[in-house]
Nanobody, 126 residues
Framework: QVQLVESGGGLVQAGGSLRISCTASGRSFDNFPMGWFRQAPGKEREFVAAISVNAYSTYYANSAKDRFTISRDNAKNTVYLQMTSLKPEDTAVYYC???????????????????WGQGTQVTVSS
């Protein structure tokens, strides 16, 4: 069973940058795609970005394109989300998920992931 721990969130001004991390344990990290999702108060969890097992393929929500970059370091069992040009509407709790199927391509659907951690709060002030 995979366990995920997100970290690196905080308070940042609009236009600023932040990098959040997610470290996995419990199974072979490099066999599974990874995804980042976020949930704002009163809203459903939404897809942000995903990365394939070998990092050759990355996928982004329209809201994240050209501003966020997902990456992974399989040697450190960690996936990152570098966020730039942050906007107040990016304020949310950010969660990472590990794909349910070994070697599968990433999915945009949160039901395709497991091992959700406690999340990390990102707050962007205007």
């Amino acid at each position: 069973q995979v366990q995920l721990v997100e970290s690196g969130g905080g308070l940042v001004q609009a236009g600023g940058s932040l990098r959040i991390s997610c470290t996995a344990s419990g199974r072979s990290f490099d066999n599974f795609p990874m995804g980042w999702f976020r949930q704002a108060p009163g809203k459903e969890r939404e897809f942000v970005a995903a990365i394939s097992v070998n990092a050759y393929s990355t996928y982004y929500a329209n809201s994240a394109k050209d501003r966020f970059t997902i990456s992974r370091d399989n040697a450190k069992n960690t996936v990152y989300l570098q966020m730039t040009s942050l906007k107040p509407e990016d304020t949310a709790v950010y969660y990472c998920g590990s794909g349910k199927e070994r070697w599968a391509p990433p999915t945009f659907d949160s039901h395709g992931y497991e091992g959700w951690g406690q999340g990390t709060q990102v707050t962007v002030s205007s």
